[in-house]
C-alpha cells in the first residue's frame, strides 16, 4: 500500500524543479536561443545539483556561449507560481488523477478477481475444516439441541392449534414467536462459531438472551401481560414514525402519508388511555407487573430470574455497540488482547456457545413446557441433559488449542 501516495511525494519533490525548467526555457527564449525541449530540464537539474561549473551541452557541435542571469525577482516568480499552483490547480489535480486511477486499478483488479477470490475461497474452505476438527463435538451437539428445540416447538404449537377454545390465545401465539425466533437467533449463532466469528456469536446471544428473559415473564405473569406486551406495538410505532420524520428528507425518501400518520397517532393514543402514562416507556409494557414505571432490562432479567448472566450480558452489548472495550477486548484473540483481528478466527467460542446452549434451553422449556404431557417432560430432559454437556465439549475443545498455540509460540521464541 502507499504506492501511489510515495509517488505522489517524489512528483511534489520535483515541483521546484519543474518551476525553474519553465523559467529556464522563458529566459532562452528572450535571448532569441532555439534549444531542444529537454536542454532546460538538463540545466535546471545541473544548477539544483550545486556544481559551480558551467553547463556544456553536449548535443550540439555548434558553439554558443550562453548565460544566464538569475535574479531575487525569479526566486520569488517561482516560489508564488509554485504556492498558486499548490492552492489553486493542484487540488483539482488531485481529483482527476485520483479518479482516472481508480477507473484503470478497479479495471485491473476486477480482471484479476476470480483468482483471488479462488485463492480466498481455498483458504477460507481450510480454515472451516480445521475449525470443525478442533470444535466439531461441541459445535455437533449444539445443532443436535437445536434440532430437538424446533421440533418440540413444532409439537406444542400443533397441539395447542388443535385444541378449540383456549382462552390464553395472545399468550400463546407470543410464546411461539417468541420461540420461533430464538431458534433462529440460535441458527445465526452456530452460522458466526462455525465460520469463526466468537464475537459476532456474543452479540447475536445477547439478543437470545433479551427474548429468554421477555418470554419468561410473559410466561410467569400471563395473558394480561401478553396483551399489553401485544398492544406496545402502537408505542414502538410512534416512536419509529418520530424518527423517520425527523430524517426523511436528508435520505431523500417520500414522506409518509397522512392517513399512516392519524393510524399510528390513534393506536398510540388508545394504548395510552387504556394503560397508562407509564407505557409510554421502552419496557413500558411490563411496567403493571414489575411495580415500576420505567423498569429497565435489570429489572427484568431479575424479574425472569436471569439476573446472574448481567456480566455476560454486558460482554454481548461491547459486542453490539461501538465502546471502548470492544476495541481492545475481543474473543477471538487467543492467549491475549494485544493483538488486532480483522476477520475469523478458531478462538473464543466458549462463551458464546455455552451461553447459547443454557439460555436455548431455557426458552424453549419456558414455552413448550407450559402444558406438559410425559412426550414434553421426556424432551425436556433430554435437552436438559444435553445442554449440561455442551460446556464440558467446549471447555475441552479450547483447552486442546491454548496447548497448541501455547506450543507453537514456544517454538516460534514469542
Same mark, same amino acid.
Given at each position: 500500500m502507499d504506492v501511489l501516495q510515495q509517488a505522489l511525494a517524489q512528483a511534489m519533490a520535483s515541483l521546484? %524543479?519543474?518551476?525553474? %525548467?519553465? #523559467?529556464? =526555457?522563458?529566459? #532562452?527564449?528572450?535571448?532569441?536561443?532555439e534549444v531542444p525541449k529537454s536542454?532546460?530540464?538538463?540545466?535546471?537539474?545541473?544548477?539544483?545539483?550545486?556544481?559551480? %561549473?558551467?553547463?556544456?551541452?553536449?548535443?550540439? @557541435?555548434r558553439a554558443q556561449k550562453v548565460t544566464l542571469a538569475f535574479m531575487e525577482a525569479d526566486a520569488d516568480e517561482i516560489e508564488h507560481a509554485l504556492g498558486v499552483f499548490c492552492e489553486k490547480q493542484l487540488p483539482s489535480v488531485f481529483v482527476d488523477v485520483a479518479g482516472r486511477l481508480s477507473k484503470t486499478i478497479l479495471r485491473s483488479l476486477k480482471s484479476r478477481w =476470480?483468482?483471488?477470490?479462488?485463492?480466498?475461497?481455498?483458504?477460507?474452505?481450510g480454515f472451516r475444516e480445521r475449525l470443525e476438527s478442533r470444535w466439531g463435538k461441541p459445535l455437533g451437539q449444539m445443532r443436535m439441541l437445536l434440532t430437538m428445540a424446533r421440533e418440540w416447538g413444532q409439537w406444542a404449537y400443533n397441539r395447542r392449534n388443535s385444541t378449540k377454545g383456549s382462552h390464553k390465545l395472545v399468550l400463546n401465539d407470543i410464546l411461539v414467536r417468541q420461540h420461533v425466533r430464538a431458534c433462529q437467533v440460535t441458527d445465526e449463532i452456530l452460522c458466526l462459531l462455525e465460520n469463526g466469528f466468537a464475537d459476532g456469536a456474543m452479540a447475536?446471544?445477547? @439478543?437470545? &438472551? %433479551?427474548?429468554?428473559?421477555? =418470554?419468561a415473564i410473559i410466561s410467569r405473569h400471563g395473558e394480561d401481560? =401478553?396483551?399489553?406486551? #401485544?398492544? &406496545?406495538?402502537?408505542v414502538e410505532s410512534k416512536r419509529a414514525k418520530n424518527k423517520y420524520l425527523d430524517c426523511y428528507r436528508q435520505l431523500g425518501y417520500k414522506p409518509l402519508a397522512t392517513r399512516e400518520v392519524k393510524r399510528i397517532e390513534k393506536a398510540y393514543d388508545a394504548a395510552i388511555a387504556k394503560y397508562g402514562d407509564s407505557f409510554k416507556s421502552d419496557y413500558g409494557w411490563a411496567a403493571e407487573h414489575l411495580k415500576k414505571r420505567r423498569p429497565t432490562f435489570a429489572d427484568l432479567e431479575a424479574e425472569a430470574g436471569r439476573a446472574e448472566m448481567r456480566s455476560h450480558y454486558q460482554m454481548g452489548n461491547d459486542n453490539v455497540h461501538a465502546g471502548i472495550k470492544s476495541m481492545y477486548v475481543r474473543l477471538g484473540l487467543v492467549g491475549n488482547y494485544d493483538g488486532l483481528l480483522a476477520?475469523?478466527?478458531?478462538?473464543g467460542l466458549v462463551e458464546p456457545g455455552q451461553n447459547t446452549a443454557h439460555t436455548l434451553t431455557q426458552i424453549s422449556v419456558v414455552v413448550c413446557l407450559s402444558e406438559p404431557n410425559l412426550d414434553d417432560l421426556v424432551v425436556a430432559e433430554m435437552m436438559k441433559m444435553l445442554r449440561d454437556e455442551i460446556p464440558r465439549s467446549f471447555h475441552d475443545a479450547d483447552k486442546r488449542l491454548r496447548r497448541d498455540d501455547k506450543a507453537y509460540r514456544t517454538a516460534a521464541g514469542e
Open positions: 521546484p %524543479e519543474l518551476f525553474l %525548467e519553465k #523559467l529556464i =526555457a522563458k529566459k #532562452l527564449r528572450d535571448q532569441g536561443i536542454l532546460p530540464g538538463k540545466i535546471a537539474k545541473h544548477i539544483r545539483s550545486g556544481d559551480a %561549473e558551467p553547463y556544456r551541452y553536449k548535443g550540439d @557541435t =476470480a483468482h483471488e477470490q479462488a485463492l480466498q475461497e481455498s483458504d477460507l474452505s447475536r446471544w445477547r @439478543t437470545l &438472551h %433479551e427474548i429468554a428473559v421477555v =418470554a401481560i =401478553a396483551q399489553r406486551y #401485544l398492544a &406496545h406495538q402502537a476477520g475469523c478466527s478458531n478462538g
